[in-house]
């Protein structure tokens, strides 16, 4: 009796836990970069972006949210493509390869470092970021700036497209700012 007894309640917790598992939403992959087909076409520049700098709390595949003043909560079932710094580099290069009138054919350097990089419990994803372009060659800085982006959210802020989306334009400002400020 006792032994049946513990056999239906193993085998209705294993009902219980596969049906649990079943029922979990699949991992969504985020990309930073929005699709190539809504970029303009660019030729390089040879101004370098040098990888981003951003908090340890940001280098790595979860995709952060302030849900509190002093709280950060990972986003469930969604992470990273590729690792923050990787992704913000690469997105400034290309946007700045894209947004280069002039000053094309100079030999720039581009630091980055971010203060802050997160939706907030405000509706909207804020970029805080110091950055720095020099002259590749004699290291005279250009253009210097403390940049603050909010960009806000659709209604459905906790869907992981939705951020991606808005922390791209957000990544993908800072980079026309830096262009504004320097190329003037």
């Known amino acids: 009796m006792m ?6 309640a193993m085998a209705a917790v294993f009902v219980v836990a596969t049906t649990a598992c079943s029922s979990v939403a699949p991992l969504q992959q985020v990309l930073l970069s929005p699709p190539q087909a809504s970029r303009a076409a660019s ?9 981003v700098h951003v908090p ?9 949210l302030r849900t509190d003043e002093y709280v950060l909560t990972r986003m469930p079932n969604a992470k990273w493509a590729e690792r923050l710094p990787a992704a913000m580099t690469r997105l400034l290069q290309q ?3 894209e947004k280069l009138v002039s000053d094309r054919g100079r030999d720039y ?6 203060d802050s990089f997160e939706p907030q419990p405000s509706g909207q ?5 110091r950055w720095k372009v020099t002259q590749a060659n004699t290291h005279t800085v250009v253009a210097r700036d403390n940049t603050v982006i ?3 959210l659709p209604a459905k802020p906790r869907d992981p497209a939705a ?11 800072l980079a026309f700012e830096i262009v504004a400020h320097t190329s003037h």
Do not use: K
Request: hydrophobic share 40%; proline share 2%; aromatic share 6%.
């Open 3 to 8: 032994t049946n007894l513990v056999r239906g």
């Open 43 to 51: 030729q390089p520049s040879s101004w370098q972006v040098r990888r």
């Open 56 to 64: 340890e709390y940001l280098d790595n595949y979860d995709i952060q």
């Open 95 to 97: 946007t700045i390869d």
């Open 109 to 114: 350097d581009v630091d980055v470092v971010v």
């Open 125 to 129: 994803v804020v970029l805080a970021a």
């Open 150 to 152: 909010q960009q806000s």
């Open 163 to 173: 951020i991606g989306q808005a922390m791209s334009d957000a990544v993908r400002e």
